[in-house]
T-cell receptor, first 116, second 112 residues
Framework: DAGVIQSPRHEVTEMGQEVTLRCKPI?????LFWYRQTMMRGLELLIY????????DSGMPEDRFSAKMPNASFSTLKIQPSEPRDSAVYFC??????????????FGAGSRLTVL | AQSVTQLGSHVSVSEGALVLLRCNYS??????LFWYVQYPNQGLQLLLK??????LVKGINGFEAEFKKSETSFHLTKPSAHMSDAAEYFC??????????FGSGTKLNVKP
């Protein structure tokens, strides 16, 4: 398995532009998470899905952020309009339900976003 | 709510020296505990995890961690540091059901 695949790996855009980050999860992993990592705030959970359904989006910073998971093979995180303070590394991570409840997160390599 | 505290945002050791990265957590129920490592420009990778059973957990690359319930700690150790261990390390705690809480991370520098 190729693991969690994120694209683009790097994105530089100007304030006000729309940004779309993409994630292809590992097959059979029914939970998908979007995290944001910054120096100031560390790793923050933005939203997570179970079986393609959003379960908890309380970490989404504001209405400019939206996430979708139209099927088990694809998820997007969209920022519209983008602002310089959105500059961060965005990670997609997955986990699979297990009998022990001790699910392990598997991360993608991340998408580094710079908003000028 | 859960919280994870990693003491020391930066730790520097000499190659061959003991590595000790500290993690304390708060949890109202027996937790699941994890250490992840992040190399530059990469995602987080699982080093080791504690679920139940033996409190000393061995992970990859010679790392191990011990769960001490009385101290609410899960410190990460490695007897002899290698240059390739230079990375950022994150402690995480979960009560299950996919709610993970991460510490702020500790950057490990290994000096030749």
């Amino acid at each position: 398995d190729a693991g969690v695949i994120q694209s683009p790996r790097h994105e530089v855009t100007e304030m006000g532009q729309e940004v779309t980050l993409r994630c292809k999860p590992i097959s059979g992993h029914d939970y998908l998470f979007w995290y944001r990592q910054t120096m100031m705030r560390g790793l923050e959970l933005l939203i997570y899905f179970n079986n393609n359904v959003p379960i908890d989006d309380s970490g989404m910073p504001e209405d400019r952020f939206s996430a979708k998971m139209p099927n088990a093979s694809f998820s997007t995180l969209k920022i519209q309009p983008s602002e310089p303070r959105d500059s961060a590394v965005y990670f997609c991570a997955v986990s699979a339900e297990s009998m022990s409840r001790a699910n392990v997160l598997t991360f993608g390599a991340g998408s580094r976003l710079t908003v000028l | 709510a859960q919280s994870v505290t990693q003491l020391g945002s930066h730790v520097s050791v000499s190659e061959g020296a003991l590595v000790l990265l500290r993690c304390n957590y708060s949890s109202s129920v027996p937790p699941y505990l994890f250490w992840y490592v992040q190399y530059p420009n990469q995602g987080l990778q699982l080093l080791l995890k504690y679920t139940t059973g033996a409190t000393l957990v061995k992970g990859i690359n010679g790392f191990e961690a011990e769960f001490k319930k009385s101290e609410t700690s899960f410190h990460l150790t490695k007897p002899s540091a290698h240059m390739s261990d230079a990375a950022e390390y994150f402690c995480a705690v979960s009560e299950g059901f996919n709610k993970f809480y991460f510490g702020s991370g500790t950057k490990l520098n290994v000096k030749p």
